[in-house]
């Protein structure tokens, strides 16, 4: 059973301030996936990572995808409010998109 | 807005009846991938549909079952409910089962049993 470990399980923190979330798991995926959910709706994707050390950038976002593709991580710059949700990393293997979700990361970012 | 659409959205039954989720995709897309997501958790895969035939099937007991229509709509079908079968479900379409094809999720069915 391939597992996909996410840390810390929550965060709170005052806007302004950088985090890191991590995805950990001791399978090899072919891409990583990063999404976030917020309370009554479904999860939005935010990037896909698909090459071992790969990093992308979506504006204060900062995704990357470990060497090994086991492991990836989600720097946030300067947090806000509307930062605020359930991040959850998801990965797939072959070449499908049946994805094996993390445990999930639940953030909240307050004035 | 991602064009999926789920009903209902809550519904409560009770322990060893039968619940039927629906899920409506996005124009154009023929896959449909149906997922649970219990509280404070991530989603588990349960199965996925493309083209009317079961693609892949999770770690779920044979009382979850499922089907897509001619429009690519599915059903999420389970039998016997039990306690643990509380949840939030999910259904995401997708043009296509490749890993470069972009899952867009529902706002989900929220299921409690009593």
């Known amino acids: 059973t391939q597992l996909l470990e996410q840390s810390p399980q929550f965060l709170s923190i005052q806007e302004g301030e950088n985090l890191t979330v991590y995805c950990n798991s001791s399978?090899?995926?072919?891409?990583l996936q990063w999404y976030r959910q917020e309370p009554g709706e479904g999860p939005v994707l935010l990037v896909t990572?698909?090459?071992?050390?790969e990093v992308k950038k979506l504006k204060r976002l900062t995704f990357q995808f470990g060497d090994a593709r086991k492991d990836s991580s989600l720097h946030i710059t300067a947090a806000q409010p509307g930062d605020t949700g359930l991040y959850l990393c998801?990965?797939?293997?072959?070449?499908?998109?049946?994805?094996?979700f993390g445990t999930g990361t639940q953030l909240k970012v307050e004035l | 807005e991602t064009g999926v659409t789920q009903s209902p959205t809550h519904l409560i039954k009770t322990r060893g009846q039968q619940v039927t989720l629906r899920c409506s995709s996005q124009s154009g897309h023929n896959t449909v991938s149906w997922y649970q997501q219990a509280l404070g958790q991530g989603p588990q895969f349960i199965f996925q549909y493309y083209r009317e035939e079961e693609n892949g099937r999770g770690n779920f007991p044979p009382r979850f079952s499922g089907l897509q229509f001619p429009n690519y709509s599915s059903e999420l079908n389970v039998n016997a409910l039990e306690l643990d079968d509380s949840a939030l479900y999910l259904c995401a379409s997708s043009y296509g089962q490749g890993r470069q094809e972009k899952l867009f999720f529902g706002s989900g069915t929220q299921l409690s049993v009593l």
């Open positions: 998801a990965g797939s293997t072959g070449g499908g998109n049946k994805l094996t």
């Open positions: 990572v698909v090459t071992g050390g």
């Open positions: 399978s090899v995926f072919s891409s």
